[in-house]
């Protein structure tokens, strides 16, 4: 128990400083945002049409999309797909909330939640030998980007560009952080439980 907790603690940090470089050192991820030809007419146009409250927008909508699809049906004119755009978008109506320094205290959360499964995955794998250990940490960190990256590619049209430094991010992330888990997950232990 107390490796995986010393793998969890210090995968963790690790996992937690290489994010804050990552996105506030690297312009890596900066190269994946467009910006609207005039931000504040969106913004005005967004307020206007949305709730108070943080929410995911999507355009169009599935209502809009079946009525849409019974206008075609009575023979009113239809837009036609070469003229619309598709947008899905996380919105908080708060710019004060989505700066809310609270939002690095859940990130560390997030990082020790994420870094005990992988610390207790990798403890139970049994595997013998340093390196395959990390590269079981990987492994996690790959799945975990085929999980999550690609169906947003797939499915919310996620740029090219977005998905692969997401994805590679992830997995320099793990990497980094596997280079201590699997420092601590040596031991054989039993196949079941924390031991």
């Not at 010393?6 to 945002?33: E, N, R």
């Not at 809310?100 to 139970?124: D, G, H, S």
């Not at 049209?157 to 998905?163: H, R």
Request: aromatic share 16%; charged share 10%.
């Amino acid at each position: 128990m107390g490796a995986i907790i010393k793998g969890t603690i210090l995968g963790a940090i690790i996992a937690y400083v290489w994010m804050v470089v990552s996105w506030m050192v690297l312009p890596w991820h900066t190269m994946t945002y467009k910006e609207f030809k005039s931000g504040a007419s969106v913004q005005t146009t967004i307020m206007r049409n949305i709730g108070n409250e943080r929410a995911i927008y999507l355009f169009p909508s599935p209502k809009g999309m079946e009525r849409e699809a019974e206008e075609t049906a009575e023979g009113k004119q239809k837009l036609g797909a070469k003229n619309q755009i598709f947008m899905f978008a996380a919105i908080n109506p708060s710019l004060s909330d989505a700066i809310n320094p609270m939002t690095y205290v859940y990130a560390f959360i997030i990082q020790i939640m994420t870094a005990f499964f992988v610390t207790w995955l990798t403890k139970m794998s049994g595997i013998i030998h340093y390196v395959g250990r990390l590269f079981f940490v990987v492994g996690i960190a790959c799945a975990a980007g085929c999980m999550i990256y690609l169906p947003f590619w797939n499915w919310w049209q996620f740029s090219n560009i977005f998905t692969a430094i997401g994805f590679a991010d992830l997995i320099v992330t793990w990497f980094l952080a596997g280079l201590v888990i699997a420092a601590f997950t040596g031991r054989k232990t039993h196949p079941i439980g924390l031991q």
